[in-house]
């Protein structure tokens, strides 16, 4: 069974940052890949960053230049830094890994006020 427990979320004024963290309770190279997803209030859930275990990195359109995925080895923790937040940010931002399956955090709210 793995477990993804998301951390760092809260609330911050536009043009803020906050860095989330997502620790894993195994490697994290042994999963194929590793994940940020965001739901806002009344929307599906959407992608924000995906980190292969090869190193390709991906970002959705919305977030190039503003949030950055790195990951920790030896801590098994992938992190988003998220900068220059928008109020369009503010949603639930999930933790995925991938395994074959496909495994959730709980999710950590971040909110934006403008």
């Known amino acids: 069974q793995v477990q993804l427990v998301e951390s760092g979320g809260g609330l911050v004024q536009a043009g803020g940052s906050l860095r989330l963290s997502c620790a894993a309770s195994r490697s994290i190279l042994s999963f194929n890949s590793m994940g940020w997803y965001r739901q806002a209030p009344g929307k599906q859930r959407e992608l924000v960053a995906v980190?292969?275990?090869?190193?390709?990195?991906n970002y959705a359109d919305y977030v190039k230049g503003r949030f950055t995925i790195s990951r920790d080895n030896a801590k098994n923790t992938v992190y988003l830094q998220m900068s220059s937040l928008k109020p369009e940010d503010t949603a639930v931002y999930y933790c995925?890994?991938?395994?074959?399956?496909?495994?959730w955090g709980q999710g950590t709210q971040v909110t934006v006020s403008s």
């Open positions: 995925k890994a991938v395994a074959g399956l496909g495994y």
């Open positions: 980190l292969t275990s090869g190193g390709s990195i």
